[in-house]
């Protein structure tokens, strides 16, 4: 089969296409016909300094999230699963291929009314924003901040906060990214490579109650000091390269409350349940700004981190992509 391997830590060019054996499904697994592949900013970070929640001896295959359909059912697991559509995480390896061995347990099945580019989409990001919001206890008529709101995560909690009632401040780069917020209705959006983009949102709101804070560093220490008494700072991402690090003493003295939450892998299960079917339903709706042939994941991996992606981005797999 036809796999992208992970030959050193580096630059996009360290992403290599190629061939790799079928995976045999073991017991209690299954091997997946892959269509979509989901990547996160975390594989790219993995990509270039070996760190992260991934692990793996070098040559690697890498890939967390994928879609597709069943074609073997291992030793133990239901015949029947055969030929079901899936979504599914790998663990955090073996995803950038055309085939791939997964537990059957951590399969998620995709209705019939769900694309399945769609439910590859809101896999680990719909996951994410639905634990987010959850963890912030939403309450109508609040202010939020949605920092990288142009992001696979950012556009999921723009709907999510809307949809929750709350007064939504979407923060992004650039006008092509800030346009996508503002289609996506959020009632103010700045742009945070402007200097006084703080005091464009204290200006529109007053301060806000709720950042969702996927950027961290220097922009996650701007949207703490936005957050009033009694606010919620939840940090799960650092597209900066470091987390916002506010000092507990600090957050106290403010009577803010800063928050990484931390699901078990029952939470987790729940929340991508309720992302997909939300998405099935239509009220949850996944931005897939770009695509990309597997072969090509390199190229993919550049765009990312080039700042340049909208939304969520794919790679596409065998048949899906003709």
Known sequence: MRAVWLTAFG?????????????????????????FVNITFVETQFRATGFGPFTGELPMIPGNGVGGTVVTAGPGVDPAVVGRRVVTSTG????????VAVPAAGLFEVTAGLDLDTAVAVLADGRTATMLVAAAGLRPGERVLVEAAAGGVGTLLVQLARAAGATVVGAAGGPRKGQLVRDLRADLVVDYADP??????????????????GVGGNIGRAAFELLDKGGRMLSYGLASGEWAGIPEETAAAREVTVLRPTPTPEQLRAHTESALTEAAAGRLRPVIGQRFPLDRAADAHAAIGSRSTLGKTLLVVGTAGR
């Not at 054996?21 to 017991?27: A, K, L, M, Q, Y």
């Not at 703080?198 to 109650?209: E, K």
Request: charged share 25%.
């Open 11 to 35: 630059g996009p060019e360290v992403l290599v296409a190629g061939d790799a054996p079928d995976p045999v499904p073991g017991p209690g697994q299954v091997v997946v016909e892959v269509a």
């Open 92 to 99: 955090g390896s073996g995803g950038y291929a055309e085939r």
């Open 196 to 213: 006084d983009w703080t005091d464009r949102v204290r200006a529109g709101t007053g301060g806000v109650d709720v950042v969702f804070d």
